[in-house]
């Protein structure tokens, strides 16, 4: 066993799975670029009052899961347990609301939560994270879910489920949970789990999304928020969901969708995806429309989702989709002597100026083990160059699929391949 092993609920991503990596984090830019999201790079770490005020002082997020530590300046800092309270940080620094609204963002980068390692959860995982922020819009939920939406099916998921609710706002939402939904919980308190009944004090709405066994029934019949909604809330979950039925995007309505993030108002969002087992969500998301003001600016509305990358290559390979495969280099040099070699370094270099991946064999193996290697290698074509064949001013290239094999001047050979491999390469 190695002395050293990657600390516990971290990975390391081979490059076995990198094709599945490039193709996944490919195509969530593509389709970013394609909605107008702009990329933003933002620290792995902030204050820790970003994330204490942004996520919210009663989630697990903040009370157990982050990582937070104390700078050599004996300043507080957390690394980021998700992106969209330091994104909304950076919109506020940064003035971005003289900009043309919304300003459409997206980041792809690690987060880190102290979680209970499983599979499919890990305590550094990958997100591309989505936000929209300064549209109240009902269009700009529906965008986001759309981003979602394409960047699921572009990668082939079959069976994905799309779970929607709105949990309202800072008007509708604590009445119902003082009048409706505590008194209701209370009233059959007998029947919840003992962290249930913890959360009932602490914050009522999460019992709604208890996964204990025994709590079960007493949510599946709890009154639902959507029927307490103010009108504002109740006509923007409407125009949502005109633009999902107009469109035929699928989606489930859950009454107990409420999300472990406390600043969500209006729309929350849910995707999951088959193969997965328990830690089935491959995206999730929803309305901020305070998280501005909560971090200092002025009131803002705002909307977004995040999609964890492990959990996507996880159910890519769970439901067999296979990545396309990665280029290599498309040349491979084979070499024999001294003056043939060095002549290969020359040739790969201009090879590759051309545009072309090329490698060069190393050391000085037999002709059969380099072609050995050239073949592993994934190159369409071996150019081999040996001493004699360099005194007449020619190399052999052989095309490895089709195991044909022709001389080349040399002094062509670049423009040879580029011909073959960049100008009109075969189908
Ligand atoms: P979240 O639901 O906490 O939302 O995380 C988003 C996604 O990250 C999850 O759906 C899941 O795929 C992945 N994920 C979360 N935790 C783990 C873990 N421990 N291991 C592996 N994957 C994980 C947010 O973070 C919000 N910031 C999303 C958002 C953006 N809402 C508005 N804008």
Redesign the pocket.
């Known amino acids: 066993m190695a002395r050293y092993q990657a600390p516990r ?1 971290t990975q390391d991503v081979l490059p076995d799975d990198q094709p599945y990596w490039q193709w996944v984090l490919g195509t969530a830019r593509d389709v970013a670029a394609k909605y107008g999201f702009w990329p933003i790079e933002v620290p792995v770490f902030e204050e820790t009052e970003v994330f204490v005020r942004g996520v919210g002082t009663g989630t697990d ?1 903040v009370e157990k899961e982050m990582y937070t530590f104390e700078d050599r300046g004996g300043r507080s800092l957390t690394l980021r ?5 330091g994104i909304v940080r950076a919109y506020i620094e940064h003035g971005m609301r003289v900009r043309p609204q919304p300003v459409k963002l997206y980041a792809i980068g690690p ?1 880190f ?1 102290y ?1 209970a390692p499983q599979a ?4 550094q ?3 591309f ?3 929209s922020i300064g549209e109240a819009d009902p269009l700009a939920d529906f965008e ?1 879910m759309s981003v979602a939406w394409d960047l699921y099916t572009a990668l082939g998921f079959r069976e994905l489920q799309f779970q929607l609710n709105s949990i309202g706002c800072p008007r509708c939402r604590p009445p119902y949970i003082r009048d409706v939904l505590v008194p209701y919980l209370h009233s059959r308190r007998d029947e919840l789990s003992k962290l249930d009944l913890e959360r009932l004090q602490k914050n009522p709405l999460r019992v709604l999304d208890t996964k204990e066994p025994e709590s079960q029934p007493v949510v599946n019949e709890a009154p639902s928020i959507v029927e307490h909604l103010c009108s504002e809330c109740s006509e923007h979950f409407a125009q949502l969901r005109f633009y999902l039925d107009m469109l035929e995007r699928p989606y489930e309505l859950n009454p107990r969708l409420v ?3 406390d ?2 108002t209006r729309t929350v969002f ?2 999951t995806a088959q193969g997965l087992g328990a ?1 089935n ?8 429309d305070g998280l501005v003001e909560v971090l200092g600016g002025a009131p803002t509305p ?7 990358i ?3 290559v996880l159910a890519l390979k769970a439901q067999g989709i296979a990545p396309p495969s990665m280029p290599a280099p498309r040349v491979f040099f084979v070499h024999r002597g001294r003056l043939a070699k060095d002549a290969a370094v020359a040739l790969a270099d201009q090879v590759r100026r051309r545009g072309v991946g090329a490698l060069v064999a190393f050391g000085e193996r037999s002709i059969k083990a380099q072609m050995r290697q050239a073949s592993k290698s994934g190159a369409e074509y071996v150019v081999i160059i040996g001493d004699e064949e360099l005194a007449r001013g020619e190399v052999q290239v052989k095309h490895l699929e089709t195991g044909h094999q022709e001389a080349v001047v040399q002094a062509n050979l670049v423009a040879w391949l580029h011909e073959r491999l960049v100008a009109h390469p075969s189908p």
Do not use: N
């Open positions: 609920g997020i347990p998700e992106f969209t309270a987060v939560r979680e499919g959860r890990y305590r995982h990958t997100q994270s989505c936000e986001i999300r472990g993030l600043y969500y849910e995707v830690q969500a491959v995206g999730g998301g929803g309305r901020y705002g909307v977004g989702f995040a999609a964890g492990e959990r996507i």
